[in-house]
């Protein structure tokens, strides 16, 4: 078994700080022996919390960047399920993790980047927590895919708990987790998954594509309308229900929203238009 590990909020603080001078160099090689080195037992402490580690997917192993953080968001969930919610908002946390338990998975995202004009922004996104606290939780890789898991998990479906995030990363899982999870509803998780399950309903009639466009235009519903209502004793059948009603006020044209917003949410060619 394998713990989880962490680093104090001052070695977070240098390191980010010293970041480009001292340590890109060292990412930009794929010098794993001296990455390690750095997060020795004096500076990547171990949590209480034991789990079974699983070798991350790589870019390779599949056809389409969506299939790979969808297994990987499955994998990294269902390791590290005993995280609370608050643990799983913890950059020294996830920071650590990728540098330590999970750098093989670090080291093969980097060769895929290693030529891009931008690798160091991308490598700072993946390591680190760099666009305020909400939204890095759905850029930073691992706690990205420990978050879609978590959004996304059905403990109510015995057979396949992972259904709804088969269909959630469909396509576009990283834009819809920035738009969909950065709402202070889905920490409810009757939200995020009755407001997942009306879009899965809704695609297959061939009503909304599966796409972030959807998904905001539900939040905004609920963020409209839980000015006038208290919208927390909701429960998820009643989110589910009140979503498939938005949609269906929107295809009837009782929703007033400006047609190119209503293309994106239907497709541009739906026979709902």
């Known amino acids: 078994m394998t713990k989880i590990r962490y680093c104090s909020e001052d070695f977070l603080t240098l390191y980010k700080a010293n970041f480009e001078v001292e340590y890109l160099p060292l990412y930009l090689s794929g010098n794993k022996t001296e990455i390690l080195s750095l997060f020795n037992d004096d500076i990547a402490f171990e949590g209480d919390l034991e789990f079974e580690y699983k070798r991350l997917y790589q870019s390779d192993e599949f056809d389409s960047r969506s299939e ?35 750098i093989d998975y670090l080291m093969d995202y980097i060769r895929t980047i290693k030529g891009d004009k931008n690798v160091a922004q991308k490598i700072k996104n993946a390591i680190f927590f760099n666009h305020g606290n909400v939204r890095s939780l759905v850029v930073q890789h691992l706690a990205k895919y420990w978050w879609i898991g978590f959004r996304t998990y059905d403990e109510f479906n015995s057979s396949n708990p992972y259904w709804l995030t088969d269909f959630f990363t469909e396509s576009d899982p990283s834009g819809k987790a920035v738009a969909f999870f950065a709402s202070k509803f889905t920490n409810n998780p009757n939200f995020a998954l009755g407001i997942t399950e009306a879009v899965k309903i809704s695609s297959e009639e061939g009503k909304v594509r599966n796409l972030k466009e959807a998904y905001s235009f539900i939040n905004e519903h609920f963020n409209f309308v839980g000015g006038v209502r208290i919208l927390d004793m909701m429960t998820r059948e009643e989110v589910k229900s009140e979503s498939l009603q938005v949609i269906e006020d929107l295809i009837n044209g009782v929703v007033d929203v400006p047609l190119a917003k209503k293309k994106k949410i239907l497709g541009s060619s739906s026979s709902y238009l």
């Not at 946390?93 to 338990?101: D, G, H, K, Q």
């Open 68 to 102: 790979y953080i969808r297994e990987n968001s499955k994998l990294v969930y269902s390791m590290l399920k005993g995280l609370t919610r608050t643990q799983a908002t913890k950059e020294e946390l996830w920071f650590t993790l990728i540098n330590t338990v999970f």
